[in-house]
């Protein structure tokens, strides 16, 4: 076997063990002080363990090494690249006041991220608004905080999506505070980094779980509420870029994501009927704690990530609100069925087989175009 240990290899298989055995520590030891201690020596040792996993992947420029080996810089946001100066984000609220007055709105996973952004612009336009999730706590601050900003009612109701009972719960007491939503929006989702040999069972499950029965048991138990009320309502589901293609290393969130959009585009063709519009949005890397926590965390892979985006940023939740509100609102009445991706571009510049020539220089460009040239006749 060739066992290949060069020095910086063999300083981050050190460092992991040595955060294991630290970690360890911090287990059997009951003493307060101590513990404390430990718990510090752990973070500052992941940090470095994080650090020196994100060198080898991406090596750093010699300026850079300094900072590298501060903890405080291991988790540093990857810079925008210089060409994102043409595409400021524009988090400003798009649809015109009013544009949700008198309309109620259901958002799962309206507590964090995302959810929390589109609830709180629904809100803003005069929606009355339900948000849903497992942690009541972190509802309910979300709740009390756009409320009190937007002077319209945002209600948090305790749910995991991948009960149906819960579920039917959830809707029973969303019919009492608002009656049934006239905009649902299903965002809730459940993800991880991980090689697909090291999946268990129960991981794989989980992840379809919450993302995939859990939108369904949502969308259908409301589907069959408006029906049995003769009441019209947009629905929309948050998927991602990867739906389409498929992706390593998160298989069952793509496999998931992949079966709610043929969920929504199948009951878009069905339901259209009873006045149910379905649309799906895929977004592109944003930067959310529950996201980047659970895909990036050490923080080795945004710089790449950004590389190959054509904007050269990441988007904004504010980014995702607007064009949600749109596909949402009474000026998207003719919009059923629809699959619109917001990626900066990022899903054509890793599907064209020729975009990485990008890194080729003007100097080479014309060297290569000599070539082409002499083959005139051949
Ligand atoms: C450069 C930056 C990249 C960022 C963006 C990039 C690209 C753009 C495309 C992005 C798409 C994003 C999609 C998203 O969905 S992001 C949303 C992320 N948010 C969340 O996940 C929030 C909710 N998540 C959770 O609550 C947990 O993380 C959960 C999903 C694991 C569920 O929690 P819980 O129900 O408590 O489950 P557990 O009991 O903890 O675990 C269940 C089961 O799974 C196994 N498991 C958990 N973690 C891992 C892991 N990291 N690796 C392997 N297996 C794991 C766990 O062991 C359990 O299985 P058992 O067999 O042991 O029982
Ligand atoms: N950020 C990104 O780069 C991208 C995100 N997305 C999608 O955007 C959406 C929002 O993600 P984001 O805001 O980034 O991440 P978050 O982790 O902040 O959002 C996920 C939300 O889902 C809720 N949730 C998780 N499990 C359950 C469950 N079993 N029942 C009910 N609610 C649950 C969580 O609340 P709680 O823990 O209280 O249950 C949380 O509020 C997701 O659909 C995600 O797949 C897509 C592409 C890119």
Same mark, same amino acid.
């Given at each position: 076997m060739n066992f290949d240990l060069s020095h910086e290899k063999l300083f981050t298989y050190l460092l992991i063990l040595c955060s294991i055995i630290i970690s360890f520590g911090g287990v059997v030891r009951t003493h307060k002080t101590t513990y404390r201690a430990c718990a510090v020596g752990r973070l500052n040792m992941a940090a470095a363990a994080a650090v020196v996993f994100r060198r080898n992947l991406f090596p750093l420029k010699l300026g850079q090494k300094a900072c590298a080996l501060h903890s405080s810089c291991a988790l540093r946001d990857a810079d925008p690249l210089p060409q994102a100066s043409f595409f400021p984000p524009n +988090?400003?609220?798009?649809? !015109? !006041?009013?544009?949700?007055?008198d309309k109620v709105a259901f958002v799962t996973? #309206?507590?964090?991220?995302l959810g929390r952004a589109m609830t709180q612009g629904l809100s803003q336009l005069g929606a009355t608004c339900v948000i849903a999730s497992r942690k009541l706590e972190v509802l309910q601050k979300t709740a009390e905080e756009i409320t009190a900003q937007t002077g319209n009612k945002v209600f948090p109701v305790a749910c995991d999506v991948r009960d149906p009972a819960a579920v039917a719960q959830c809707l029973d007491q969303m019919e009492k505070l608002t009656g049934l939503p006239d905009v649902v929006i299903n965002n809730a989702a459940g993800n991880f980094v991980s090689p697909s040999e090291k999946l268990s069972p129960n991981g794989w499950k989980t992840i379809v779980d919450i993302v995939l029965n859990g939108t369904a048991f949502v969308t259908l138990e409301l589907g069959k509420r408006l029906i049995r009320q003769d009441k019209g309502a947009s629905f929309l589901a948050i998927t991602t870029? @990867?739906? *389409?293609?498929g992706s390593g290393f998160v298989v069952p969130s793509a496999s998931a994501k992949a079966g709610v959009e043929a969920l929504y585009k199948s009951l878009a063709a069905e339901w259209g009927r009873y006045g149910l519009r379905f649309n799906i949005i895929q977004p592109g890397p944003i930067r959310t704690k529950g996201a980047f926590s659970r895909l990036d965390p050490t923080g080795a892979f945004e710089k790449s990530m950004i590389g190959r985006i054509p904007v050269g940023r990441l988007g904004t939740p504010n980014e995702i609100k607007n064009l949600a509100l749109y596909m949402s609102s009474? @000026?998207?009445?003719?919009?059923?069925g629809a699959v619109v991706r917001l990626d900066g571009g990022e899903y054509v510049s890793m599907a #064209? *087989?020729?975009? +990485?020539?990008?890194?080729?220089?003007k100097q080479q460009w014309d060297l290569i175009e000599a070539m082409i040239r002499q083959t005139k006749g051949s």
């Open positions: +988090d400003a609220t798009m649809l !015109p !006041p009013g544009s949700f007055s996973g #309206g507590g964090t991220g870029i @990867y739906a *389409e293609s009474h @000026y998207a009445t003719w919009m059923s #064209g *087989e020729f975009n +990485d020539l990008r890194k080729v220089s």
